[in-house]
C-alpha cells in the first residue's frame, strides 16, 4: 500500500516539475527579451525603416522586418492553409487507401523533420535554376514548403478524431463524400483545424534559416512579389551579431515584437476556436 | 405483399464469413424483428439493405437484395438514392454537428426535398417566403419522432447538448425527414434508458403505418412486444423467419426453440 502511495506522489511531483518547466521556459524567455530589449523599444522602432546609420546605432526602426514578416506570413499561411486542407481530408479512409494514407503520413513526417536551412538551400537552388532573386514571393514560397508538413499533419489528426459513426450517419442519409466532409467532418474538426493553422504559423513566423537566402533582407518594404523582403527573425539574427550595444538591445525589441505577434495570433485562433467549437460533438 | 426480397445474400469481412446464403422476403408495412445471438450477423443484414456495409474495408457482398423489384446491389445503383429510400438508425445515436434545426434539415436540403411535397403544410406555407416551409417542416418531424414538445424552444442550440434518449428521437427525426419507405434500426434502444427507449417503442408503432421497419435486437421481449415478424439468424445463418404469432406460438426449428427458452444466447 505504501509503495504505492509513494508511487502516485513521485508521478505527481514530476508532472509538477515538468509542468513547472514549461511555464518557466515562457516566462524566462519574455523575461530575458523585455528587460534587454524594452529600454529601445519605441514607437520609431515600429513605424520607421532602419535610416543611414541605423546599424551602428543611430535612428530608424525595423518596421521593414515587421510588415515583410507580416507579409511573407500571410502569404505562406494562405498558401499552405490551401494545400495542406485537401491533402488532410484525401488522408481519410472514403478517399485512399490505408496504405497509402500512411505512406504520405510518412513523408509528411520526414518533411516536417527536415531542418529548415535544407528548405532554404533547396529553394535557393530552385530560384537560382529559374534565375530568380531573393524575393518576397521565394520567401512565401519556401515557408510555404516548410509549414504544409506541420499543417496537414495536424489537420489529419483533428479530421481522424471525428468518430466513423458520426461520418456513416452522414452516409445513411445519402450524402455524397463531399457533403459529408464540407457538412460534418470539417465542423466537427474546426477547432484542431485552426490549431494545425497556428502551429504551422509559429513554426514559419519564427524560422529564419529558410528565408536567408530566399527572402534576402532590405532596409526597404516591399512593394512587389519580386523584390526582396526583411524579416523579424532575420532582423534578430543580423543585429544580435553586430558589435553595436544599442543595436543588439534592438535585437531584443525585434524578439519582443516577433513574440507579442505569436501571443496575439494565438489568442485570436483561441476565441476563433472556441467559436467554432460551438456545436461540435464531444 | 413482400417489400424486399433477399436472394442468397452472403457476406464477408476478409476471411471472415458473416452472413452464408440468407434468402428471404420481408413484407411490407411492418415491424420486422431480427434477432440472434451477438455476432450472428444481425447488423451486417441490416447494413447491407442500405448498402452502408460499403463503408467497410474488405468487405465481400454476394448474392442480391430487391427492394420492390430493383436489384439494389445493380453497379449503375444510385447509392446516395437508395439511401434515402431506406433510413438508417444507428445503435449510439451520433448527432450531426450543427444546431437541432439543421439536424432535420439537413437531409431534406441535400436531397432537394420540397416542402411542397408535406401534406402538413399548408398552402400559405407553401407560398410563404423564406424559411417559413422549412421550419414547418422541421417541426412536422420532430413532432413525428416524438421530440418537438422538448426542444420546440431551444432549436438553434447545438444538438449535442441533448440526452441520449433525445438524441436518439432526434436521429429518428433525422431519418423521417428524407421520407424514407424503410426505416432500418440497429438495435435503437440499447443505449437508451428505459422512459426514452419506451418512446422509440411507442413511435415504431406509430409509424408502421407508413413505413417497413426493420429493427436489430437482442432482447426477446423487445421483439415479441413490437415486431409482427421476425427473423431469426444463428451463426450467419438464416434460422427461420415469419409472422411473430406463429414464430413464438409454434416454432418450427430446434435452434429457434432453444433461442426463445432461452437456452442458447
Known amino acids: 500500500m505504501k509503495k504505492r502511495k509513494l508511487e502516485e506522489n513521485i508521478f505527481k511531483a514530476l508532472m509538477i516539475i515538468s509542468l513547472l518547466g514549461v511555464f518557466a521556459a515562457l516566462a524566462g524567455i519574455i523575461m530575458v527579451v523585455a528587460v534587454k530589449g524594452l529600454s529601445s523599444l519605441n514607437l520609431s522602432m515600429i513605424i520607421e525603416t532602419p535610416k543611414g546609420g541605423y546599424y551602428l546605432g543611430k535612428e530608424g526602426g525595423i518596421a521593414n522586418a515587421i510588415v515583410g514578416s507580416l507579409y511573407l506570413m500571410a502569404g505562406a499561411t494562405t498558401l499552405a492553409f490551401i494545400i495542406s486542407l485537401p491533402v488532410a481530408l484525401a488522408l481519410q479512409k472514403e478517399y485512399l487507401s490505408k496504405r497509402f494514407a500512411d505512406f504520405t503520413r510518412l513523408v509528411l513526417d520526414i518533411l516536417w523533420g527536415t531542418p529548415s536551412i535544407v528548405y532554404g538551400v533547396f529553394g535557393f537552388v530552385i530560384m537560382v535554376y529559374l534565375g530568380m532573386r531573393a524575393s518576397l514571393l521565394g520567401g512565401i514560397v519556401v515557408l510555404t514548403l516548410l509549414m504544409v508538413p506541420i499543417m496537414v499533419r495536424a489537420m489529419d489528426e483533428a479530421i481522424r478524431l471525428v468518430p466513423f459513426e458520426m461520418k456513416e450517419m452522414a452516409y445513411a442519409l445519402g450524402t455524397t463524400r463531399v457533403e459529408t466532409t464540407f457538412a460534418v467532418v470539417l465542423k466537427q474538426a474546426m477547432p484542431g483545424i485552426v490549431t494545425a493553422v497556428i502551429l504551422a504559423f509559429g513554426r514559419g513566423i519564427g524560422d529564419a534559416a529558410s528565408i536567408l537566402f530566399t527572402a534576402g533582407y532590405t532596409d526597404d518594404i516591399p512593394t512587389s512579389l519580386l523584390d526582396p523582403v526583411a524579416s523579424l527573425p532575420l532582423a534578430v539574427f543580423f543585429q544580435i551579431g553586430t558589435p553595436v550595444p544599442e543595436v543588439q538591445a534592438r535585437a531584443y525589441a525585434a524578439a519582443l515584437i516577433l513574440l507579442v505577434i505569436v501571443i496575439v495570433i494565438n489568442i485570436i485562433a483561441r476565441i476563433l476556436g472556441w467559436r467554432f467549437a460551438r456545436h461540435i460533438v464531444r | ?265
Open chain 2, 1 to 265: 405483399m413482400s417489400k424486399i426480397k433477399i436472394k442468397k445474400l452472403s457476406v464477408s469481412y476478409g476471411n471472415h464469413q458473416v452472413l452464408n446464403e440468407v434468402s428471404l422476403d420481408i413484407p411490407e408495412r411492418q415491424i420486422i424483428a431480427v434477432i440472434g445471438p451477438s455476432g450472428c450477423g444481425k447488423t451486417t443484414l441490416l447494413k447491407s439493405m442500405n448498402r452502408l456495409l460499403d463503408l467497410n474495408e474488405d468487405v465481400a457482398v454476394s448474392g442480391d437484395i430487391a427492394i420492390d423489384g430493383e436489384n439494389i446491389y445493380r453497379p449503375d445503383i444510385d447509392v446516395n438514392a437508395l439511401r434515402k429510400r431506406v433510413g438508417f438508425l444507428p445503435q449510439r445515436p451520433y448527432p450531426l454537428p450543427m444546431s437541432i434545426f439543421d439536424n432535420v434539415a439537413f437531409g431534406p436540403k441535400i436531397h432537394g426535398l420540397d416542402v411542397s411535397s408535406l401534406s402538413v403544410v399548408s398552402n400559405k406555407e407553401r407560398e410563404g417566403k423564406g424559411n417559413k416551409g422549412t421550419q414547418r417542416l422541421v417541426e412536422h418531424y420532430l413532432r413525428l419522432a416524438g421530440l418537438w414538445e422538448e426542444v420546440k424552444d431551444r432549436l438553434n442550440a447545438p444538438a449535442a447538448k441533448l440526452s441520449i434518449g433525445q438524441q436518439q428521437r432526434l436521429a429518428l427525426a433525422r431519418v423521417l425527414s428524407i421520407e424514407p419507405e424503410i426505416i432500418l434500426a440497429d438495435e435503437p434502444t440499447s443505449a437508451l434508458d428505459p422512459i426514452s427507449a419506451k418512446l422509440v417503442e411507442t413511435q415504431f408503432k406509430i409509424l408502421k403505418e407508413n413505413y417497413t421497419i426493420i429493427f436489430v435486437t437482442h432482447i426477446l421481449r423487445q421483439a415479441r412486444r413490437l415486431a409482427d415478424y421476425i427473423i431469426f439468424l444463428y451463426m450467419g445463418d438464416l434460422i427461420e423467419h415469419g409472422p411473430a404469432v406463429r414464430f413464438f406460438g409454434e416454432p418450427c426449428d430446434e435452434k429457434t426453440k432453444a433461442y426463445i427458452s432461452g437456452e442458447i444466447s
